[in-house]
Nanobody
């Protein structure tokens, strides 16, 4: 079974930047859309960005213009560059396919943005 491992989270002050990585233990080339999701305490897990196999991207309104998703199919890795971070971006970030299919969720990576 392919496993997803997210990394790159941490603590940052508002206005700062972080770059998240998600590496799959096997090929994800067959998956068209890969996405980054986030879940804040007490809230549901929401999709914030997705990228197609060919590089087309979509973003939630809340992160548009601040986050950039990218993908390296040769490394089975998806990235999320997060700039101009806000306290409301605080959450555990996960990657997975969109829509959710056969990939199991990883443990996520915690991003904490202080004001």
């Amino acid at each position: 079974q392919v496993q997803l491992v997210e990394s790159g989270g941490g603590w940052v002050q508002a206005g700062g930047s972080l770059r998240l990585s998600c590496t799959a233990s096997g090929s994800i080339f067959s998956i068209n859309f890969m996405g980054w999701y986030r879940q804040a305490p007490g809230k549901q897990r929401d999709l914030v960005a997705r990228i197609s196999r060919g590089g087309s991207t979509n973003y939630a309104d809340s992160v548009k213009g601040r986050f950039t998703i990218s993908r390296d199919n040769t490394k089975n890795t998806v990235y999320l560059q997060m700039n101009s971070l806000k306290p409301e971006d605080t959450a555990v970030y996960y990657c997975n396919s969109d829509p959710i299919s056969w990939l199991a969720w990883g443990k996520g990576t915690l991003v904490t943005v202080s004001s």
